[in-house]
């Protein structure tokens, strides 16, 4: 198969879903990106379907060398004490960069091979696919994440630049409820420093403050 690259949860957390969290807090970038990509800090993690996982690539461009994968969402098990809405445990990664429609990622991680899950839980399969942990692109239109809960988030609403002073667009859920950080937006676009440019579920294209990867509780 050719692999695609695309421009409520229980009060308890099992250790699974703190796996999940890995990639939520900002931290400080091990080294600097190239020259001529824009700067991230954030996490989020892999929506793509393709059981064979996402691709990562060298460069941000389709042709470039893939350098490894991120393992596919893996359905939640009955041992699973918390679960994602969807029921789908997702490869977590650090967001660091950004250039023409792709992400730099590196850290990746999906919640089943993560060594504390494995001695709690024992080893559990994400389809045969090893996920890559390094550095390298992956397409925006396989990227997803949370609303985080942090600095002054705009209530039900995107900013319409990456600045709190920014006028505010209202925006809604999957559901049509008014946003907020306890869900993710439909599209993630582009990210500066610790904003994340997005699209909502009714079309209304903004900025965030900021995206995480934690994929049960609210992420702050």
């Avoid at 796996?19 to 091990?30: C, D, F, I, L, R």
């Avoid at 060298?58 to 060398?65: D, E, M, Q």
């Avoid at 809960?149 to 709190?164: F, S």
Wanted: proline content about 9%; some cysteine; aromatic content about 6%.
């Amino acid at each position: 198969m050719k692999h695609r690259d695309i421009g409520k949860p229980r009060c308890v957390i099992s250790a699974v879903a703190l796996a999940a969290s890995v990639a939520t807090a900002p931290t400080a970038m091990a080294q600097p990106v190239p020259d001529g990509v824009t700067p991230c800090d954030m996490g989020g993690y892999s929506i793509d379907m393709d059981p064979h996982g996402a691709n990562v690539r060298a460069a941000p461009a389709r042709n470039a060398r893939v350098v490894g994968r991120l393992a596919p969402p893996i359905k939640a098990g009955p041992k699973d004490e918390a679960e994602p809405g969807d029921g789908l445990w997702r490869t977590t990664f650090r967001i660091v960069g950004f250039k023409d429609g792709w992400f730099l990622i590196e850290k990746g991680l999906h919640p089943f091979d993560d060594p504390e899950n494995i001695a709690n839980m024992g080893r559990r399969s994400t389809g045969g696919v090893k996920t890559y942990s390094g550095r390298g692109w992956i397409a925006a239109g396989l990227v997803g994440g949370q609303y985080a809960n942090t600095g002054l988030p705009p209530e039900g609403a995107l900013y319409a630049e990456p600045r709190e002073d920014a006028q505010r667009l209202p925006a809604k859920t999957r559901l049509g409820a008014p946003i907020g950080a306890d869900g993710g937006p439909k599209k993630v676009l582009a990210c500066l420093g610790d904003w994340v440019k997005v699209e909502s579920f009714d079309g209304v294209t903004g900025w965030w403050r900021t995206l995480c990867s934690t994929q049960v509780t609210n992420c702050s």
